[in-house]
């Protein structure tokens, strides 16, 4: 079965960096186009990142110039690269993938930024 299982996430000071990885397995990861979404608590979730299987990238605007994200077929691994961070960032981070039509979603990792 799919299972995407994020980690690196943690309390961090405004201004700090994170580095978020999801691991992918039961998938065939290099054709699979991959992605970020965040949760903050109150509010929808809403897409951060995404990168497709031949290495396009797509940032939402409120991450654009500060975060990175990047994969790794070889470990079947995506990540995303968070400098710059703000309060506003603080959020439950899932990865996420389309396979065969249907989305699946890792368990999230929460990331939080002190003021």
């Known amino acids: 079965q799919v299972q995407l299982v994020e980690s690196g996430g943690g309390l961090v000071q405004a201004g700090g960096s994170l580095r978020l990885s999801c691991a992918a397995s039961g998938i065939i990861f290099s054709i699979n186009d991959m992605g970020w979404y965040r949760q903050a608590p109150g509010n929808q979730r809403e897409w951060v990142a995404s990168?497709?299987?031949?290495?396009?990238?797509d940032y939402a605007d409120s991450v654009k110039g500060r975060f990175t994200i990047s994969r790794d077929n070889a470990k079947n691994t995506q990540y995303l690269q968070m400098n710059s961070l703000k309060p506003e960032d603080t959020a439950v981070y899932y990865c996420?993938?389309?396979?065969?039509?249907?989305?699946?979603w890792g368990q999230g990792t929460q990331v939080t930024v002190s003021s």
């Open positions: 990168i497709s299987r031949g290495g396009r990238t």
């Open positions: 996420s993938t389309l396979n065969y039509g249907l989305r699946y």
